[in-house]
């Protein structure tokens, strides 16, 4: 199917987790709470730039792989199928204060999480990241958020959906560095001149687990990679920042992240602001 994302693993290791069924109901302003996320970068068109996806103004932004302008056309196969569409350079995560960062994501439809598909493209969610950790099949913690990320909020517009998952999973972040996934052929079509290993360090599940390795990918992608180890604090200590915990609720899209897609929800004023927001 067009724009849909393929299964891709979701942690590092090979341990089950141990589900918690989240608190709350996505429709309302409420906080959800017990879900976790992963990330990815993958450089695929995103499912959300075809068209007819989500209430919104229009599709969110895709650019051309080779020339990285941004398409006009919907229609434009994805660079990871033979096409020209490719995800925005502009989509990388960034920090907006010590406490707050933004970004892109993938809704991860199927589980339990109240996320339900292309019905949640283009809209913006405030995610709240929290100490709960993982835990394998033997019973022993793993992963979870850094103690320095916890309480700290990251802003995402989603821009990808993926039908494949199940359980409390609910975002999979756009992270540069962060593992392509199954879909390991896009990037390096869009950025000629590099192999498919250096925009994951060689690892297509978890990514490039050291900053250095943000100095393989290109340019363009290296400041969204930075951001994955210095405020996200990955594999910083103990096994964290991997694969964290957070509370979340749908907020009013802000400016800074649809001056970057061109994409705003139909009933965006319906929804409050994101915690700190100034005009």
């Known amino acids: 199917m067009p724009g849909t994302r393929a299964a891709r693993a979701w942690r590092l290791g090979a341990a089950a987790v141990a589900l918690q069924a989240p608190a709350g109901a996505l429709g309302s302003s409420a906080w959800l709470e017990g879900t976790w996320t992963t990330g990815y970068w993958d450089c695929c ?36 199928h033979g096409g020209d569409a490719a995800t925005c350079a502009s989509n990388g995560p960034f920090q907006v204060s010590a406490d707050l960062s933004m970004g892109f994501a993938a809704a991860a439809v199927g589980g339990v999480s109240g996320l339900d598909g292309d019905a949640n493209c283009g809209q913006c969610f405030e995610l709240v990241f929290t100490s709960q950790r ?12 850094h103690a320095g990320l916890v309480n700290k909020r990251h802003v995402v517009q989603v821009t990808n959906i993926g039908y494949d998952v199940s359980g409390v999973h609910s975002f999979d972040l756009l992270i540069p560095g962060a593992g392509q996934g199954l879909f390991t052929s896009g990037c390096s079509r869009q950025f000629s001149g590099l192999s498919p290993g250096d925009f994951d360090c060689d690892n297509n ?27 996200y ?3 910083e200590s103990s096994g964290q920042t991997n694969n ?10 802000p400016k800074q992240l649809t001056a970057i897609s061109g994409s705003v929800p139909l009933d965006d004023g319906s929804w409050p602001e994101h915690t700190g927001a100034t005009a």
């Open 134 to 145: 993982h835990v394998d099949g033997s019973g022993y913690p793993w992963g979870g958020a």
């Open 233 to 235: 604090r990955w594999l």
């Open 244 to 253: 964290p915990w957070v509370s979340f609720r749908r907020v009013r899209c």
């Open 45 to 80: 068109k995103p499912s959300c730039s075809w068209p007819d996806k989500g209430s919104v103004s229009r599709p969110v932004q895709a650019c051309s792989a080779s020339t990285g302008a941004v398409l006009s056309d919907t229609n434009v196969a994805s660079v990871c």
């Open 205 to 231: 599940y978890g990514g490039c687990s050291a900053r250095s390795g943000c100095d393989r990918l290109p340019s363009e992608l290296q400041a969204g990679c930075h951001w994955r180890h210095d405020w």
